[in-house]
């Protein structure tokens, strides 16, 4: 094949641009200035460079300072001054070196774009994501089996051996093998287009612009995008493919100014394409093509050196020893090494120019995250080359990437970098430049990223300690209290290496009682003033599960209980109600056979002995729940020390009763005398009731007999002039839910007591929906509708079905709720926790009210997700999923995704009722609704996002979509009280969200069931009318009734014959005539129907 006149290329001189890139111009300030971008160099159509007749040995400058000089003047002047190329050629005097100038003749035209201008080719209207599955790949007809592309695609052949066929294709008709290289570029971007033997005389950017008027614009995918695993694998091979093609190349092809020059040619025009897919797919091959030439640099380098150090010792043998023909051969190695590494370099310089410094700022974020992929591993494998500042600005910019995935691209390739210490000088410059930017990003919103800036702010904070400031750590450790766990453990890391370092063994120190001192004793004493210095004290769980994974003074329990008992005292925080919750709960994790082992049974009766006067003295719930929980631990069953624990908890649980009988015995007494009991004798009342209702929690206290005292003071909830305390009554119900638990707990032990726990089960339960309904506090109120979920679920159904099937006395327990309780606890959600309150700046409170508030939307949840009441209950729980998605989102959309599992079909009309509920409300306020109303985009926002859960799988959702729309469409198709169109033919707007998601056959059902329900409503109007004018003229002109019947009959409608008519006319004859719409309406409605399936009516 000739040599295409005006082909060859220049390394050195990047080319103007093929057309305008599709990539920003944002301006750029100086290095590690705010701005993301460099400006745009305006460049002129691409057109390829022409050889010269003549060589020139003139000395030239090396690839490094051509970077340099390109860099520096990069936005100032309109293109880079050419430089000549030094290559093996022009080395040896020969005439087929680069003189290179730009092609005099003028460029061919720019490319008519095609489409929509300004979004470039490959993914359709409005650049929509790719599908989530694409087809597998098929032979189609036309296509050559034997391509490279489709070899790579059905994976016919390793890869090695493609490549070795393709070398000795290329050995015999390079011209031949060279096409079928670009035929393969050509069909992995998507494009079907064919490279004959005939284009490839031709210049390349014809040849692009030929592919690009055969490229399939409408096609939103190509191969580098498609998804699954057959795609996936193509990628791979692709990339491998080309690093594979020059590493078999290295030593003889890629040098021969041939194929180098035409496939960089072509991909850097291709990578200048406004077809995205064209762009794509050249920018992926020539970072590949960059990384595999990166690693030829390296190993040439490596020979070059052994070839330097070859000579030297050949060269410093004695004279009679010396060989001067290897002293030649060496000489002559060497030169062409230098020369290939010249050569190597100048590729590597031109491909960054032309096509590397445009394509970084990309619209597409995959290429711009393709760029900084790949400059990491050229600057972490050959860093004497492309680790320069010159060059790391790029990352550096870069790091301001609107996209999470480039931003975290460049963290990535910045990672490596800072872990290895000979690099540090090289990197001074640029932390000192862009580490501000780097610990911002430690709160990026993406989680990725941010646990990635941490690492690398560690990585920062080794290399260069001191240029990190107090305010940098400062922002860092806070992020220990991060809620995302990976970003926590991150930054418990930097912690460690901040301020948890152990220092130099010192001289063993000794606590005051004689022990000497583990390691960790300093490091914890820093932990506890950095917890105390962050304030953020009820959040202290976060601070150790980010260091537990990565510190191991975490476990070091040991030194934790000796720092406890440095300073012991009996009662030293008896007066400190949150130490003391956290010291009584310590025992729940003791190993409880040491004791009976290690004969510690007096510090055992000592524990109990403490935990009983805790109980007696305090008053805080915390507490005394701690105690509960370590009391119930200690009395486990299978422990040696249990008899001794029960006994102790006898003990303690009597003590409670005692107190609480002697309190209300009190108290009645003093209501029965007419007196009005004091504060004392209130809070006595209060407290006793509280350790009560704690202790019944964990423990069993029916055998104390107090449930009928307790159930007395149950109608006092619903009455505002009793003088018990409110307090008290909310214990009062708590208490009685724990023993219907206990009761329950007996009877699946014992087998006996079934009848005396219907009986208080369902007094109770009478009890509670009238304290749900007209409680005097919302206190007891939600008390009361917790206890009614629980117990609904508790004995529910699956109570005597599931767990004890044809056990009758389980079968009369069963509590189902009916449609009045159903109403009550939901009409208890829309008051309590559907709504909007201002608390005033008060966090605490705020956030204490929406844990609430949570817990009672959790509970209705688990009703509906549980069976207990039916899925279309959730429909007024799903109308507020958009309202109040950052307080109580979480909770719907499970119980949106549990329901799905339970039933599609009742799930996705229980949607539609959700949005037919929020429609209906939207017009109670405005009567006269448009499409820009806030309230209707509410509802679209619900729409889709309901549509989005029903996933890709059509097919499986077909029954329920169907019925979905059927509904949606009858709510729309409702008509008025007078003529006009339907009040909510509006509802279609939100409906149309899950059109998509319909079959192309089942988008026609619910509109022909529409048609036929249309007819005969019309038909029975008709027969209305009929009837009235019949009734008129019957007295009048009886003769003329079946002409005037036949006359108003359209013979055309099957179900309104004149006969059925004058029947229904008969019928009829004495009831008045009803006005129905006209045909103006009904032909609005019929296009609204239309527009909706989007198909003509027929």
């Given at each position: 094949?000739?040599?295409?006149?005006?082909?060859?290329?220049?390394?050195?001189?990047?080319?103007?641009?093929?057309?305008?890139?599709?990539?920003?111009?944002?301006?750029?300030?100086?290095?590690?200035?705010?701005?993301?971008?460099?400006?745009?160099?305006?460049?002129?159509?691409?057109?390829?460079?022409?050889?010269?007749?003549?060589?020139?040995?003139?000395?030239?400058?090396?690839?490094?300072?051509?970077?340099?000089?390109?860099?520096?003047?990069?936005?100032?002047?309109?293109?880079?001054?050419?430089?000549?190329?030094?290559?093996?050629?022009?080395?040896?005097?020969?005439?087929?070196?680069?003189?290179?100038?730009?092609?005099?003749?003028?460029?061919?035209?720019?490319?008519?774009?095609?489409?929509?201008?300004?979004?470039?080719?490959?993914?359709?209207?409005?650049?929509?994501?790719?599908?989530?599955?694409?087809?597998?790949?098929?032979?189609?007809?036309?296509?050559?089996?034997?391509?490279?592309?489709?070899?790579?695609?059905?994976?016919?052949?390793?890869?090695?051996?493609?490549?070795?066929?393709?070398?000795?294709?290329y050995k015999t008709n390079r011209e031949s093998a060279l096409v079928q290289l670009?035929?393969?570029?050509?069909?992995?971007?998507?494009?079907?287009?064919?490279?004959?033997?005939?284009?490839?005389?031709?210049?390349?950017?014809?040849?692009?612009?030929?592919?690009?008027?055969?490229?399939?614009?409408?096609?939103?995918?190509?191969?580098?995008?498609?998804?699954?695993?057959?795609?996936?694998?193509?990628?791979?091979?692709?990339?491998?493919?080309?690093?594979?093609?020059?590493?078999?190349?290295?030593?003889?092809?890629?040098?021969?100014?041939?194929?180098?020059?035409?496939?960089?040619?072509?991909?850097?025009?291709?990578?200048?394409?406004?077809?995205?897919?064209?762009?794509?797919?050249?920018?992926?091959?020539?970072?590949?093509?960059?990384?595999?030439?990166?690693?030829?640099?390296?190993?040439?380098?490596?020979?070059?050196?052994?070839?330097?150090?070859?000579?030297?010792?050949?060269?410093?043998?004695?004279?009679?020893?010396?060989?001067?023909?290897?002293?030649?051969?060496?000489?002559?190695?060497?030169?062409?090494?230098?020369?290939?590494?010249?050569?190597?370099?100048?590729?590597?310089?031109?491909?960054?120019?032309?096509?590397?410094?445009?394509?970084?700022?990309?619209?597409?974020?995959?290429?711009?995250?393709?760029?900084?992929?790949?400059?990491?591993?050229?600057?972490?494998?050959?860093?004497?080359?492309?680790?320069?500042?010159?060059?790391?600005?790029?990352?550096?910019?870069?790091?301001?990437?609107?996209?999470?995935?480039?931003?975290?691209?460049?963290?990535?390739?910045?990672?490596?970098?800072?872990?290895?210490?000979?690099?540090?000088?090289?990197?001074?410059?640029?932390?000192?430049?862009?580490?501000?930017?780097?610990?911002?990003?430690?709160?990026?919103?993406?989680?990725?990223?941010?646990?990635?800036?941490?690492?690398?702010?560690?990585?920062?904070?080794?290399?260069?300690?001191?240029?990190?400031?107090?305010?940098?750590?400062?922002?860092?450790?806070?992020?220990?209290?991060?809620?995302?766990?990976?970003?926590?453990?991150?930054?418990?890391?930097?912690?460690?290496?901040?301020?948890?370092?152990?220092?130099?063994?010192?001289?063993?120190?000794?606590?005051?009682?004689?022990?000497?001192?583990?390691?960790?004793?300093?490091?914890?004493?820093?932990?506890?003033?950095?917890?105390?210095?962050?304030?953020?004290?009820?959040?202290?769980?976060?601070?150790?599960?980010?260091?537990?994974?990565?510190?191991?003074?975490?476990?070091?329990?040991?030194?934790?209980?000796?720092?406890?008992?440095?300073?012991?005292?009996?009662?030293?925080?008896?007066?400190?109600?949150?130490?003391?919750?956290?010291?009584?709960?310590?025992?729940?994790?003791?190993?409880?056979?040491?004791?009976?082992?290690?004969?510690?049974?007096?510090?055992?009766?000592?524990?109990?002995?403490?935990?009983?006067?805790?109980?007696?003295?305090?008053?805080?719930?915390?507490?005394?729940?701690?105690?509960?929980?370590?009391?119930?631990?200690?009395?486990?069953?299978?422990?040696?020390?249990?008899?001794?624990?029960?006994?102790?908890?006898?003990?303690?649980?009597?003590?409670?009763?005692?107190?609480?009988?002697?309190?209300?015995?009190?108290?009645?007494?003093?209501?029965?005398?007419?007196?009005?009991?004091?504060?004392?004798?209130?809070?006595?009342?209060?407290?006793?009731?509280?350790?009560?209702?704690?202790?019944?929690?964990?423990?069993?206290?029916?055998?104390?007999?107090?449930?009928?005292?307790?159930?007395?003071?149950?109608?006092?909830?619903?009455?505002?002039?009793?003088?018990?305390?409110?307090?008290?009554?909310?214990?009062?119900?708590?208490?009685?839910?724990?023993?219907?638990?206990?009761?329950?707990?007996?009877?699946?032990?014992?087998?006996?007591?079934?009848?005396?726990?219907?009986?208080?089960?369902?007094?109770?339960?009478?009890?509670?929906?009238?304290?749900?309904?007209?409680?005097?506090?919302?206190?007891?109120?939600?008390?009361?509708?917790?206890?009614?979920?629980?117990?609904?679920?508790?004995?529910?159904?699956?109570?005597?079905?599931?767990?004890?099937?044809?056990?009758?006395?389980?079968?009369?327990?069963?509590?189902?709720?009916?449609?009045?309780?159903?109403?009550?606890?939901?009409?208890?959600?829309?008051?309590?926790?559907?709504?909007?309150?201002?608390?005033?700046?008060?966090?605490?409170?705020?956030?204490?009210?929406?844990?609430?508030?949570?817990?009672?939307?959790?509970?209705?949840?688990?009703?509906?997700?549980?069976?207990?009441?039916?899925?279309?209950?959730?429909?007024?729980?799903?109308?507020?999923?958009?309202?109040?998605?950052?307080?109580?989102?979480?909770?719907?959309?499970?119980?949106?995704?549990?329901?799905?599992?339970?039933?599609?079909?009742?799930?996705?009309?229980?949607?539609?009722?959700?949005?037919?509920?929020?429609?209906?409300?939207?017009?109670?306020?405005?009567?006269?609704?448009?499409?820009?109303?806030?309230?209707?985009?509410?509802?679209?926002?619900?729409?889709?996002?309901?549509?989005?859960?029903?996933?890709?799988?059509?097919?499986?959702?077909?029954?329920?979509?169907?019925?979905?729309?059927?509904?949606?469409?009858?709510?729309?198709?409702?008509?008025?009280?007078?003529?006009?169109p339907p009040p909510n033919l509006l509802f279609l707007e939100p409906l149309s969200e899950f059109s998509n998601k319909?079959?192309?056959?089942?988008?026609?059902?619910?509109?022909?069931?529409?048609?036929?329900?249309?007819?005969?409503?019309?038909?029975?109007?008709?027969?209305?009318?009929?009837?009235?004018?019949?009734?008129?003229?019957?007295?009048?002109?009886?003769?003329?009734?079946?002409?005037?019947?036949?006359?108003?009959?359209?013979?055309?409608?099957?179900?309104?014959?004149?006969?059925?008519?004058?029947?229904?006319?008969?019928?009829?004859?004495?009831?008045?005539?009803?006005?129905?719409?006209?045909?103006?309406?009904?032909?609005?409605?019929?296009?609204?129907?239309?527009?909706?399936?989007?198909?003509?009516?027929?």
């Open positions: 094949m000739h040599r295409r006149g005006g082909k060859r290329i220049r390394m050195d001189d990047p080319p103007p641009e093929y057309v305008n890139p599709m990539t920003p111009a944002t301006p750029m300030t100086d290095y590690g200035g705010q701005s993301v971008h460099e400006p745009e160099t305006p460049h002129a159509n691409y057109s390829g460079f022409k050889v010269g007749t003549a060589a020139n040995s003139t000395a030239m400058e090396t690839a490094r300072e051509e970077v340099d000089e390109h860099l520096e003047d990069e936005g100032r002047s309109p293109s880079p001054a050419p430089t000549k190329r030094i290559t093996r050629s022009r080395g040896r005097g020969g005439d087929g070196g680069y003189v290179g100038r730009l092609a005099e003749s003028p460029p061919p035209p720019p490319l008519r774009r095609r489409g929509r201008g300004g979004r470039g080719r490959g993914r359709g209207r409005g650049a929509a994501p790719p599908p989530a599955a694409s087809p597998p790949p098929i032979l189609m007809p036309g296509d050559d089996e034997n391509s490279l592309y489709n070899i790579l695609r059905f994976n016919k052949a390793a890869i090695n051996q493609v490549v070795d066929m393709w070398i000795e294709e670009m035929q393969f570029f050509i069909n992995s971007s998507g494009c079907r287009g064919k490279v004959t033997p005939d284009m490839a005389s031709m210049e390349h950017t014809l040849i692009i612009k030929k592919m690009t008027q055969e490229f399939d614009e409408e096609s939103g995918e190509y191969p580098l995008i498609m998804s699954g695993q057959t795609w996936k694998k193509f990628r791979s091979n692709f990339c491998e493919f080309i690093q594979t093609l020059v590493k078999m190349c290295q030593y003889s092809i890629i040098y021969d100014q041939y194929l180098m020059d035409n496939i960089i040619s072509l991909l850097t025009g291709l990578s200048d394409s406004q077809v995205r897919a064209f762009r794509h797919t050249a920018t992926l091959a020539v970072m590949k093509l960059m990384t595999a030439l990166v690693d030829v640099a390296l190993l040439t380098s490596v020979n070059c050196d052994n070839c330097l150090r070859q000579y030297e010792a050949e060269r410093l043998k004695a004279r009679d020893k010396r060989a001067s023909e290897r002293l030649e051969v060496l000489v002559a190695k060497r030169q062409e090494l230098e020369e290939n590494m010249e050569e190597i370099k100048n590729m590597l310089s031109y491909m960054f120019k032309s096509v590397f410094v445009h394509r970084y700022r990309d619209t597409l974020p995959d290429i711009r995250a393709i760029t900084m992929a790949e400059i990491g591993i050229w600057m972490e494998k050959f860093p004497a080359h492309f680790l320069d500042d010159l060059y790391l600005k790029y990352i550096g910019w870069t790091l301001h990437d609107k996209v999470g995935e480039v931003r975290l691209r460049c963290l990535q390739a910045l990672q490596p970098l800072y872990e290895c210490e000979e690099l540090k000088g090289k990197l001074e410059l640029f932390t000192s430049k862009f580490k501000d930017r780097i610990v911002s990003m430690s709160l990026d919103k993406e989680t990725e990223v941010a646990v990635h800036a941490v690492k690398l702010v560690i990585a920062i904070l080794k290399m260069h300690p001191d240029m990190l400031v107090d305010k940098d750590c400062e922002n860092v450790y806070e992020l220990v209290y991060s809620s995302w766990r990976s970003v926590a453990a991150a930054a418990g890391e930097f912690l460690n290496v901040r301020l948890f370092r152990s220092e130099e063994p010192a001289a063993p120190q000794r606590s005051r009682r004689g022990k000497v001192r583990l390691p960790n004793t300093p490091l914890l004493r820093d932990l506890v003033q950095f917890f105390i210095e962050s304030e953020l004290h009820e959040h202290g769980a976060y601070l150790v599960d980010s260091l537990i994974d990565s510190n191991p003074m975490m476990k070091d329990w040991e030194c934790m209980t000796d720092l406890l008992l440095e300073e012991p005292g009996p009662d030293e925080f008896r007066a400190d109600p949150d130490k003391l919750a956290n010291l009584v709960a310590i025992p729940q994790y003791f190993d409880l056979e040491l004791y009976t082992t290690q004969r510690q049974e007096a510090n055992l009766t000592l524990l109990l002995n403490k935990i009983r006067e805790i109980v007696r003295q305090q008053t805080e719930s915390e507490v005394l729940e701690t105690c509960g929980r370590t009391l119930e631990y200690l009395c486990s069953e299978q422990c040696a020390v249990y008899s001794r624990c029960k006994v102790a908890r006898a003990t303690i649980t009597d003590m409670c009763v005692d107190k609480y009988r002697e309190a209300i015995d009190e108290f009645r007494t003093l209501i029965e005398g007419g007196e009005t009991p004091d504060a004392d004798e209130q809070f006595s009342v209060t407290n006793s009731l509280r350790k009560v209702s704690i202790m019944y929690m964990c423990h069993n206290l029916n055998d104390n007999n107090i449930w009928d005292s307790l159930f007395e003071d149950l109608p006092k909830c619903i009455d505002r002039d009793d003088p018990m305390p409110k307090l008290a009554l909310v214990y009062v119900v708590r208490a009685c839910f724990y023993s219907l638990l206990w009761s329950l707990h007996e009877l699946e032990e014992r087998g006996t007591g079934a009848d005396l726990l219907r009986d208080r089960l369902h007094g109770y339960c009478a009890h509670c929906r009238d304290i749900v309904a007209r409680g005097t506090t919302a206190q007891l109120r939600g008390e009361a509708y917790t206890s009614i979920c629980d117990l609904l679920i508790l004995f529910a159904e699956q109570l005597h079905s599931r767990h004890h099937p044809g056990d009758e006395r389980y079968r009369r327990l069963v509590c189902e709720p009916d449609t009045t309780l159903c109403d009550l606890l939901n009409d208890f959600i829309q008051e309590f926790v559907f709504v909007l309150q201002c608390y005033d700046n008060q966090d605490e409170r705020r956030i204490e009210e929406l844990h609430k508030r949570r817990n009672f939307l959790a509970a209705y949840c688990k009703l509906i997700v549980y069976n207990v009441i039916p899925i279309r209950r959730a429909a007024d729980v799903f109308k507020h999923y958009i309202k109040c998605y950052n307080d109580y989102g979480d909770i719907i959309k499970s119980t949106v995704s549990k329901t799905r599992e339970m039933s599609k079909l009742n799930c996705a009309l229980t949607m539609q009722l959700a949005m037919q509920a929020l429609f209906s409300d939207m017009l109670r306020h405005q009567p006269a609704p448009h499409r820009a109303l806030p309230d209707l985009v509410e509802i679209k926002e619900l729409a889709k996002r309901f549509a989005v859960m029903f996933g890709l799988d059509a097919v499986k959702n077909r029954e329920a979509l169907t019925a979905l729309h059927r509904a949606g469409i009858s709510f729309a198709a409702l008509e008025g009280a007078g003529a006009g319909l079959l192309r056959q089942d988008k026609r059902a619910p509109l022909r069931k529409r048609r036929r329900r249309r007819n005969r409503q019309r038909a029975a109007k008709r027969a209305r009318r009929l009837a009235a004018a019949a009734a008129a003229t019957a007295a009048r002109a009886p003769r003329r009734l079946h002409h005037e019947l036949d006359k108003l009959a359209p013979p055309c409608s099957p179900d309104c014959s004149p006969r059925a008519l004058r029947s229904a006319a008969r019928r009829e004859r004495f009831r008045s005539p009803d006005s129905g719409r006209s045909s103006a309406d009904e032909g609005e409605l019929r296009v609204a129907e239309s527009v909706y399936f989007e198909y003509p009516l027929q």
